[in-house]
């Protein structure tokens, strides 16, 4: 079973660089790593997915390490409207179906 | 415009009376699964599937069943609801692998929710 662990709650200014960071353990070998944005009662939404190394796009980055025993999601210059609920995905590493994990979820509050 | 659908968006029932919530994506995806998110809990994930005609447990699947007998559609079936099964769900879908990669993605689009409450 893959088991993830993310920081309950963080706190950043506006205009900062927030890094919020999963662990995560026993996941599929040959699976993304995902991330997910949610305001309340809405669906997740997917902000960004990697497998190693680093990836950017128009929204935030994505570090993953060699060991894929973690990953950071850096959101650049954040405002009010980052403020959510962030959450990692991870596959489990259950023989090539796709049982996923999400994390417990990491509450962003952005303040002015 | 690519999407995935939810119905009812809720629902107030008593225990034990038979319920479907419905499920449909347009985007051709072979992966759906449903998530139950609960206060303190997080999402979890009930039931998937890789594609038509094939399903698996997700981590509760207890109470639920599914089934995937076409490609856009995947319903999610209380027998016999009761009040622990009172929760936000959601439905998603995304291809199961990247086109290029191959690696397993994750990509989810998911429904604007079900709000059950069984007393």
Known sequence: LAKTTQPISM?????????????????????????????PSQGPRFIIQGYKTKVTNEVASLF???????????LPRVSLSDTAVYYCLVGENSGGYQKVTFGTGTKLQVIP | ??????????????????LTVTCSQNMNHEYMSWYRQ????GLRQIYYSMNVEVTDKGDVPEGYKV?????????LILESPSPNQTSLYFCASSLSRDRESRRG???????PGTRLTVT
């Open chain 1, 64 to 74: 993953i390490p060699a060991d894929r025993k973690s990953s950071t999601l850096s």
């Open chain 2, 38 to 41: 609960d206060p303190g809990l």
């Open chain 2, 105 to 111: 993605s994750y990509e989810q689009y998911f429904g």
């Open chain 2, 67 to 75: 089934s995937r007998k076409e490609k856009r559609n995947f319903p």
């Open chain 2, 1 to 18: 415009e690519a999407q995935v659908t939810q119905n009812p968006r809720y629902l107030i029932t008593v225990t034990g009376k038979k």
């Open chain 1, 11 to 39: 706190d950043s200014y506006e205009g900062q660089e927030v890094n919020i960071t999963c662990s995560h353990n026993n996941i599929a070998t040959n699976d993304y790593i995902t991330w997910y944005q949610q305001f």
